[in-house]
């Protein structure tokens, strides 16, 4: 089972503030990884594929890069709207599909 | 609009059954793989299981293999999660997923809450 680590757990960020989430896999994955936003009460939603590219209507501040077993995903200036919590999940080696224990921006 | 709308949660003793269901609307629910992921009370997204478009294969986490059982009917749009032998554990919100050409997951439901308390 390939297990995703991701850090920090938690990350304290003012609006406008670069953030960079890490994300880090036991074994190469290749870039077969994403990440999903999550908001309080709500489903996740699909930021990046592919480790790089932006799911339809995510907008160009998110930005994913990385691939083998190191993975990161850069909002370049955070807005209110970004404060959630961010999952990395691998879809290289499977079953299982796994996911990192998450990054909450608050 | 895509949609994914799941239904049948609920409270049930250690032990007993449930069925979840996941009714998919706006896409060609046959074109895709489908699977379910669940997230603990407080916690982390977890991966369940994942069944073909034909119903040919079907995949399972250790922690849930023997137990619970996905199945799909592409003419109703309709993906199953049949829970059984439930144990404190499984209490967790349970997503309705699409997945896209065995890769990411791109389409999530809203979630169906299952407590397993006594």
């Known amino acids: 089972e390939v297990v995703m680590t991701q850090s920090p757990a938690t990350l304290s960020v003012s609006p406008g503030g670069r953030v960079t989430l890490s994300c880090r896999a036991s074994q190469s994955v290749s870039n077969n990884l994403a990440w999903y936003q999550q908001k309080p009460g709500q489903a996740p939603r699909l930021l990046i594929y592919?480790?790089?590219t932006r799911a339809a209507d995510i907008p160009a501040r998110f930005t994913g890069s990385g691939s083998g077993t190191e993975f990161t995903l850069t909002i370049s200036s955070l807005q209110s709207g970004d404060f959630a919590v961010y999952y990395c999940?691998?879809?290289?080696?499977?079953?299982?599909?796994?996911f990192g224990g998450g990054t909450k921006v608050e | 609009e895509e949609q994914l709308v799941e239904s049948g949660g609920g409270l049930v003793q250690p032990g007993r059954s449930l069925r979840l269901s996941c009714v998919a609307s706006?896409?060609?629910?046959?074109?895709?793989?489908m699977h379910w992921v669940r997230q603990p009370p407080g916690k982390g997204l977890e991966w369940v299981s994942g069944i073909s478009r034909s119903s040919g294969s079907m995949d399972y986490a250790d922690s849930v293999k023997g137990r619970f059982n996905i199945s799909r009917d592409n003419a109703k749009k309709a993906l199953y999660l049949q829970l059984s032998s439930l144990r404190t554990e499984d209490t967790a919100l349970y997503y309705c997923?699409?997945?896209?050409?065995?890769?990411?997951?791109?389409?999530w439901g809203r979630g169906a809450q299952v407590t397993v308390s006594s």
């Open positions: 592919d480790a790089s």
């Open positions: 997923v699409r997945r896209v050409h065995y890769r990411y997951f791109d389409l």
């Open positions: 706006g896409f060609t629910f046959g074109d895709f793989v």
């Open positions: 999940q691998q879809y290289d080696k499977w079953p299982p599909l796994t």
